[in-house]
């Protein structure tokens, strides 16, 4: 069996290193210290982790999409780096989620949801595990990478609609901030 970091990535998926400057992961790292936010609920389930949304929040309970705060303008220039990086205009991503994940704190295997389009993720402050699996017949597909501090990564196409994507546990306290474009036809 190929080690899974031998892999080629999946199809739409892309990683970058470095995507923002050490000062500048600081002055997010502070701003995100200082927001309201709560703890992940998911069907009755409370996650280690704590989020806050802007621009659009998912109600899982509702199972719909709902109009949130505007995204704050301190995350308007990562917004502006994940967007050329993904080659989207910045109001294309309209949807922000900020994570803190804890030391323990992780996130199941999943796809985002289908009202969204291409995902960015950014990774703050420490590294995590960053996988990716698809079903192939019996078996699992599968691909990780080390998602660095001050990284970005993109999910569009297969990797956004037929891949799932975790991250176990982290070992140090992490932020991701991900960006989200809506689609057309939600």
Same mark, same amino acid.
């Given at each position: 069996?190929?080690?899974?970091?031998?892999?080629?990535?999946?199809?739409?998926?892309?990683?970058?290193?470095?995507?923002?400057?050490?000062?500048?992961?600081?002055?997010?790292?502070?701003?995100?210290?200082?927001?309201?936010?709560?703890?992940?609920?998911?069907?009755?389930?409370?996650?280690?982790?704590?989020?806050?949304?802007?621009?659009?929040?998912?109600?899982?309970? +509702? =199972?719909?999409?709902?109009? %949130? @705060?505007?995204?704050? &303008?301190? *995350? #308007?220039?990562?917004?502006? $780096?994940?967007?050329?990086?993904?080659?989207?205009?910045?109001?294309?991503?309209?949807?922000?989620?900020?994570?803190?994940?804890?030391?323990?704190?992780?996130?199941?295997?999943?796809?985002?949801?289908?009202?969204?389009?291409?995902?960015?993720?950014?990774?703050?402050?420490?590294?995590?595990?960053?996988?990716?699996?698809?079903?192939?017949?019996?078996?699992? +597909? =599968?691909?990780?990478?080390? %998602? @660095?501090?001050?990284? &970005?990564? *993109? #999910?569009?196409?297969?990797? $956004?609609?037929?891949?799932?994507?975790?991250?176990?546990?982290?070992?140090?306290?992490?932020?991701?901030?991900?960006?989200?474009?809506?689609?057309?036809?939600?």
């Amino acid at each position: 069996m190929k080690n899974a970091r031998e892999a080629a990535p999946p199809e739409g998926f892309r990683y970058q290193a470095e995507v923002l400057p050490a000062e500048e992961e600081r002055e997010l790292v502070e701003h995100i210290r200082e927001l309201p936010l709560k703890e992940f609920e998911f069907h009755g389930y409370v996650g280690k982790r704590r989020v806050i949304s802007y621009g659009w929040h998912y109600d899982f309970g +509702e =199972r719909r999409l709902q109009q %949130a @705060e505007d995204i704050p &303008a301190f *995350l #308007l220039p990562v917004r502006d $780096r994940a967007a050329a990086f993904a080659d989207l205009a910045p109001g294309d991503l309209a949807h922000a989620l900020v994570t803190e994940y804890g030391p323990g704190a992780a996130i199941g295997w999943h796809r985002d949801k289908s009202v969204f389009g291409d995902v960015i993720g950014v990774s703050l402050l420490s590294p995590c595990v960053f996988r990716l699996r698809r079903k192939a017949g019996a078996k699992w +597909e =599968r691909y990780s990478l080390t %998602a @660095e501090p001050r990284s &970005a990564y *993109l #999910l569009r196409g297969p990797s $956004r609609t037929e891949w799932e994507h975790s991250i176990p546990a982290v070992d140090a306290l992490r932020y991701s901030i991900t960006f989200r474009s809506l689609r057309a036809d939600r």
